[in-house]
């Protein structure tokens, strides 16, 4: 299969493009690494890619240039955007705008433009920020939108660009990712703040008192389901959530973590950040029904690799 990956140079898109070259398709690697939050990070994880066999590299601005031939593909899997609650206020909100609003109709737009019958299959990523928090029970799809930031804005926007292009008979899936975590996480994200913090020595820079609560859900479960929706025929404009079962706080998430790091957690609160969600929880019967997807990494289980590629990439090589 010729897969379009966008936002390769990104977190959860390098892992899956790299996943998606593993399992033998041919690979479109799209990304404009200036518009990274993270531009060090996403161009280790583009040489990264360049070294790999299947794998081919392109540099193209979603928002601006032409992506004609980006469409020309049997699956195109869109990871490129801008993400992050709390920088998404104040000018961040123009930014949010162009990298998810913008390039996410231009990139539809240009597969609408194919022939029918030879149109791709367009995965999206969207975010549990759409749903605001939850109270008694985990978000199901269905749950109405309740975006509390400008960043979850663009999100329930995206989704419904799709759920439009859907309705013209584009295989549009959503995916709503739930706090992603694992190696190569982006800078600006709890565990990678933390896990910095704690090697330097300094206290762990936290949002509110650590009382909220995340579906923290490892970068290999978040792979498989996204390779599952690229591949399965799904009724237009399905919707997922795709985040691991539990909801765990983020305090009891530092004690984890300072175990395995085997340091005291010290900890310097922040004000909580406008537009953060109390708890996140997912409910995945969906994507086990539709997909067979289930997330299986805890995070004790999955913690360790994060730290892992943590400490591979600071220590001096001998
Ligand atoms: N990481 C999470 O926990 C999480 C949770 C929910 C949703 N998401 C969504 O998943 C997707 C990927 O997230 P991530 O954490 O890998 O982010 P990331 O910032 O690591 O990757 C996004 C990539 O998109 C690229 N990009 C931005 N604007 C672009 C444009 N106009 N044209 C081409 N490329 C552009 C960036 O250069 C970057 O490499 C985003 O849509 C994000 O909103 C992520």
Known sequence: MRVVVT???????????EAMADAGHEVLAVD???????PDVARDTWAHLADRAGVALVETDLATDDLTKLAEADAVVHLAGRPGVRTSWGAGAAVAERDNVTATRRLLDACRAVAPGRRPRVVIASSSSVY???DARPHREDDPPRPASPYATTKVAVERLAARAAEEGLRTVILRYFSVYGPRQRPDMAFHRFIEAARDGRPLPVFGDGGQSRAFTHVADVTTATLAAATTDLPPGTVFNVGHPESVTVRDAIALLAGLLDVRPLVHEHAPAAGDAARTW???????????WSARIGLAEGLPDQVRWHRDRTEPVA
């Open 7 to 17: 936002g390769a140079a990104g977190f959860i898109g390098g892992h899956v493009a």
């Open 132 to 134: 605001g928090s939850a």
């Open 282 to 292: 997912a409910d995945t019967t969906k994507a086990g029904r539709l997909l067979g």
């Open 32 to 38: 404009a690494l200036h518009r990274s939050a993270a």
